[in-house]
């Protein structure tokens, strides 16, 4: 029988100044802002879509009036992300919600290409015996975790937001002798470089146009 189904979703304040740092650089503030607070958005409407149990795990905390509309438009339940490094946030969100009968699995806000379709093939895997479940980035990073099983080494000594994440990760997770697998690579949208991609893909023109009409 299949497992109960946990996704957790980590988020920022989507202010002007405080996400999308390198894409901002290129494009402002204002518009790195928008463009998170849509994929946020999509996300969610994402997840929503899957019928699991959802947690938004938000910093500094909760307390944003536009994470609290996600929080009535869609359902869901706001935490607030622990202190320490990306490893220990993580940790700690995963571990509150498992207990050793269902699945978990963690997505960041800013990846279009993870969808439902991406999501319900990360399940899948942790039914068939899988302990993780990685979703690799091509930064050599990773933007989805899904679990049945923790130990906190997998998030100690990693070197985060460089491109052996993904590589460390696997490596702890082979010392633990745990069977894993990863899934195809995904995009996230964080520079230039991946905004210009994703705006000449047919699939996101949706969301393109969703973007276009809120800075109008």
Same mark, same amino acid.
């Given at each position: 029988m299949n497992k109960e189904n946990i996704i957790i979703c980590f988020c920022k304040h989507?202010?002007?100044?405080?996400?999308?740092?390198?894409?901002?650089?290129?494009?402002?503030?204002?518009y790195a802002a928008e463009?998170?607070?849509?994929?946020?958005?999509?996300?969610?409407?994402?997840?929503?879509?899957?019928?699991?149990?959802? %947690?938004?795990?938000?910093y500094p905390n909760a307390?944003?009036?536009?994470?609290?509309?996600?929080?009535?438009? %869609? @359902?869901?339940?706001?935490?607030?992300?622990?202190?320490?490094?990306?490893g220990m946030k993580m940790f700690h969100a995963i571990t509150n919600h498992l207990n050793g009968n269902n699945n978990v699995v963690l997505v960041g806000s800013d990846c279009l290409e993870i969808n439902a379709s991406y999501?319900?093939?990360?399940?899948?895997?942790l039914n068939l015996g899988n302990e993780i479940v990685l979703g690799p980035a091509i930064d050599g @990073?990773?933007?989805l975790i899904g679990a049945t099983n923790l130990n906190i080494s997998i998030f100690q000594?990693?070197?985060w937001s460089s491109n052996e994440v993904l590589k460390q990760t696997v490596e702890k997770i082979n010392e633990l002798n745990w069977k894993y697998s990863c899934l195809n690579k995904v995009r996230d949208l964080d520079t230039l470089g991946d905004f210009q991609y994703f705006s000449t893909h047919n699939d996101y023109q949706d969301f393109f146009k969703r973007l276009s009409s809120l800075m109008h």
């Open positions: 989507p202010e002007p100044g405080l996400v999308k740092s390198r894409l901002a650089k290129d494009i402002g503030d204002k463009i998170y607070k849509l994929l946020l958005d999509e996300t969610l409407k994402s997840i929503f879509n899957i019928g699991a149990e959802v %947690y938004l795990y938000c307390d944003h009036p536009i994470l609290q509309q996600y929080k009535n438009k %869609y @359902g869901l339940t706001l935490k607030q992300q622990c202190d320490g490094d990306l999501i319900q093939n990360t399940f899948e895997s @990073g990773y933007a000594d990693i070197a």
